[in-house]
């Protein structure tokens, strides 16, 4: 059901109030247009990644069909999951379930992208235009700084910071079906 419903999943996240310091650092992390460009320092890292790329862009081609857009989304995923400090498996997953991997996806609550980000986010931490959370690079940074906001406000509890992300924050459907769609995109 996760897979074919054409409304995407996130709730009512909640704009919360942030220290002045947490917002100077998430609005720095977003700022920050480093573009999406994998470094490696050893040739191991460099083929880890590329066997990872392989994999995972043989498993999304279903949902994008095209090699370069599929090679460009993954790369992008892989680079701003880890500049953020987050598993690459976590935040695919997250993607399934929140817009099912729809560039253009939209929430009830107002949610956009990827990773349905709310339009909130943009005026806390950007530049006010919402309509930037459909830029590809824009959307996953947002995402991903969130999220690491989220789990280190939650202490490392991943169930409480996808809560908190959906704005389920306590229920247990959400983290539930997070955590099973990382389970597609983990490899060995």
């Given amino acids: 059901m996760l897979l074919t419903s054409k409304q995407s999943l996130a709730g009512g996240q909640l704009e919360e109030p942030l220290a002045d310091s947490v917002r100077t650092a ?21 083929l880890a990644y590329l066997r990872w790329l392989g994999a995972q862009s043989d498993r999304l ?3 994008k069909a095209d090699f370069t857009t599929r090679k460009e989304f993954l790369q992008t995923v892989w680079y701003e999951s880890k500049r953020a400090g987050l598993d690459v498996s976590l935040v695919l997953g997250l993607i399934q379930v929140e817009s099912n991997f729809r ?3 939209v929430s009830r609550a107002g949610a956009r992208g990827y990773m349905q980000v709310m339009p909130f986010w943009t005026r806390v931490l950007g530049d006010g235009n919402a309509s930037n959370l459909f830029h590809m690079q824009n959307n996953l940074r947002f995402g991903c700084v969130i999220l690491r906001h989220y789990l280190e406000r939650e202490r490392g509890d ?3 910071a996808l809560g908190r992300y959906n704005g389920s924050r306590g229920r247990a459907p959400y983290p539930n079906a997070v955590t099973s769609a990382q389970r597609n995109w983990v490899t060995a």
Wanted: aromatic share 14%.
């Fill in 61 to 63: 081609s279903r949902k």
């Fill in 158 to 160: 991943l169930f409480l």
């Fill in 26 to 46: 998430l609005s720095s992390a977003i700022a920050n247009t480093a573009p999406p460009v994998p470094v490696f320092y050893d040739t191991e890292s460099r």
């Fill in 103 to 105: 560039k253009f996806a």
